[in-house]
């Protein structure tokens, strides 16, 4: 009898501790840009897709306190709803102008890399823009790519080839009428593959600008109880997996490499 009491006890005390873990836990709301932006992120059903959802959701996975439902909002508005409160979080660039409403993770989802591919067999020295003059280039219309690389162009110092699609960019490499192709390597990969062009392409190692941190940007002024506590949390969580190679293990699924930088700490 006195066993059968402790059992009882002890399921007691479980659900207890269950139901306190269950009103403990916050639901967040992630606010998911309407766009597609392929591999990155793209809508099917109304569900945020691609490395950068699969990231998300296994730290939230990761993270038994918090439960993650996803708003889709235009482009414009994920910002604004960001400082105003009727969104948690999301995933953007940093800028000094977001950071008076919001806090940033330093280890990001992503870095944007922009870098040149050539033709396998047609590869060449790539440190700085001078070496890329008189050189016919490759890349979408409306692309910036940095100021210095943009005033070349705009100067005539670099030649570019510009096109309305990033497929159109890969088979003017491979008609020979560029000599390289700039844009960012994740998404020159995933064309590449698109299109059954992997094989015949190199990426170059060195970026062409600075590599740029796409990190969970957190409200301070919707319902979380505590964002710093927060941005802790998911902080050491994305370290971790980048650590362990989770990132790369995500984006190998998509047939894709993970660019991996140096964490910015500013």
Same mark, same amino acid.
């Given at each position: 009898?006195?066993?059968?009491?402790?059992?009882?006890? !002890? !399921?007691?005390?479980?659900?207890?501790?269950?139901?306190?873990?269950? +009103?403990?836990?916050?639901?967040?709301?992630?606010?998911?840009? @309407?766009?597609?932006?392929?591999?990155?992120?793209?809508?099917?059903?109304?569900?945020?897709?691609?490395?950068?959802?699969?990231?998300?959701?296994?730290?939230?996975?990761? %993270?038994?306190?918090?439960?993650?439902?996803?708003?889709?909002?235009?482009?414009?508005?994920?910002?604004?709803?960001?400082?105003?409160?009727? %969104?948690?979080?999301?995933?953007?660039?940093? $800028?000094?102008?977001?950071?008076?409403?919001?806090?940033? $993770?330093? $280890?990001?989802?992503?870095?944007?890399?922009?870098?040149?591919?050539?033709?396998?067999?047609?590869?060449? @020295?790539?440190?700085?823009?001078?070496?890329?003059?008189?050189?016919?280039?490759?890349?979408?219309?409306?692309?910036?790519?940095?100021?210095?690389?943009?005033?070349?162009?705009? @100067?005539?110092?670099?030649?570019?080839?510009?096109?309305?699609?990033?497929?159109?960019?890969?088979?003017?490499?491979?008609?020979?009428?560029?000599?390289?192709?700039?844009?960012?390597?994740?998404?020159?990969?995933?064309?590449?593959?698109?299109?059954?062009?992997?094989?015949?392409?190199?990426?170059?190692?060195?970026?062409?600008?600075?590599?740029?941190?796409?990190?969970?940007?957190?409200?301070?002024?919707?319902?979380?109880?505590?964002?710093?506590? !927060?941005?802790?949390?998911?902080?050491?969580?994305?370290?971790?997996?980048?650590?362990?190679?989770?990132? @790369?293990?995500?984006?190998?699924? +998509?047939? !894709?490499?993970?660019?991996?930088?140096?964490?910015?700490?500013?």
């Amino acid at each position: 009898m006195q066993g059968y009491l402790s059992f009882i006890k !002890l !399921l007691l005390l479980s659900a207890m501790l269950l139901a306190a873990r269950v +009103h403990a836990e916050q639901t967040l709301v992630f606010g998911v840009m @309407d766009i597609e932006f392929p591999p990155y992120q793209y809508i099917v059903d109304g569900k945020q897709s691609g490395p950068d959802a699969d990231i998300i959701r296994e730290v939230f996975d990761r %993270l038994p306190d918090y439960k993650l439902t996803y708003k889709v909002r235009p482009v414009k508005r994920v910002a604004k709803e960001i400082e105003n409160g009727s %969104l948690d979080l999301t995933a953007v660039f940093k $800028t000094p102008q977001r950071e008076k409403f919001a806090l940033f $993770t330093k $280890t990001p989802i992503h870095w944007s890399t922009y870098k040149l591919a050539t033709l396998k067999g047609n590869e060449f @020295d790539f440190h700085k823009i001078e070496d890329l003059y008189g050189m016919r280039i490759g890349m979408m219309l409306g692309n910036k790519v940095s100021a210095e690389f943009d005033k070349a162009v705009e @100067d005539g110092r670099l030649k570019a080839n510009r096109v309305p699609s990033f497929e159109k960019t890969l088979q003017l490499l491979e008609k020979l009428r560029v000599r390289t192709v700039v844009g960012n390597v994740t998404i020159i990969q995933y064309y590449a593959n698109k299109l059954g062009f992997a094989d015949k392409i190199t990426i170059l190692p060195q970026p062409i600008r600075a590599p740029k941190a796409f990190r969970f940007m957190i409200s301070k002024n919707s319902g979380i109880k505590d964002p710093a506590a !927060l941005q802790q949390e998911l902080e050491a969580i994305l370290s971790g997996m980048l650590k362990q190679g989770v990132f @790369d293990e995500i984006y190998a699924k +998509h047939g !894709l490499l993970f660019e991996r930088h140096p964490i910015d700490l500013d």
